[in-house]
C-alpha cells in the first residue's frame, strides 16, 4: 500500500525558504508536488521521475524538486518565496511526468504553506 506523509510547511516572510518533505512507503515511481491555493484549482508546482524534472513556470528558478532515494523522501526546496505562493502543498505519486493532478493515483494529506508580505 502506499503512503505519502508531507511535512515541513509553515510560515515564512516573503523572500524566505522552506523545505517540504514527502517520506514515500510502498513505492519508487514518478512523483510530484502540488498546491491548492483557497478558492483556486489544485496546480501542479514540480514533478520527477528517475531521469528528469519538471516544473510549473511560476516556480521555474526558485523552487527545486530532489528525492533522497535511499531514504525514499521526495524533497520541494523553496527559495524566493512570494505571498501567491501561500496553500496547502500536497505530495503525489503516478507513473507519467506531467504536472496535471488527475494523472496521479497518490496523494499525502497536505501541509500548509503561508508567506505574509
Known amino acids: 500500500q502506499v503512503q505519502l506523509v508531507e511535512s515541513g510547511g509553515g510560515s515564512v516572510q516573503a523572500g524566505g525558504s522552506l523545505r517540504l518533505s514527502c517520506a514515500a512507503s510502498g513505492y519508487t515511481g514518478v512523483m510530484g508536488w502540488f498546491r491548492q491555493a483557497p478558492g483556486k484549482e489544485r496546480e501542479g508546482v514540480a514533478a520527477?521521475?528517475?531521469?528528469?524534472?519538471t516544473y510549473a513556470d511560476s516556480v521555474k528558478g526558485r523552487f527545486t524538486i530532489s528525492k533522497d532515494d535511499a531514504k525514499n523522501i521526495l524533497y520541494l526546496q523553496m527559495n524566493s518565496l512570494k505571498p501567491e505562493d501561500t496553500a496547502i502543498y500536497y505530495c503525489?505519486?503516478?507513473?507519467?511526468?506531467?504536472?496535471?493532478?488527475?494523472?496521479?493515483?497518490?496523494w499525502g494529506q497536505g501541509t500548509q504553506v503561508t508567506v505574509s508580505s
Open positions: 520527477r521521475s528517475i531521469y528528469r524534472r
Open positions: 503525489a505519486a503516478g507513473w507519467s511526468l506531467t504536472l496535471v493532478p488527475e494523472t496521479y493515483d497518490y
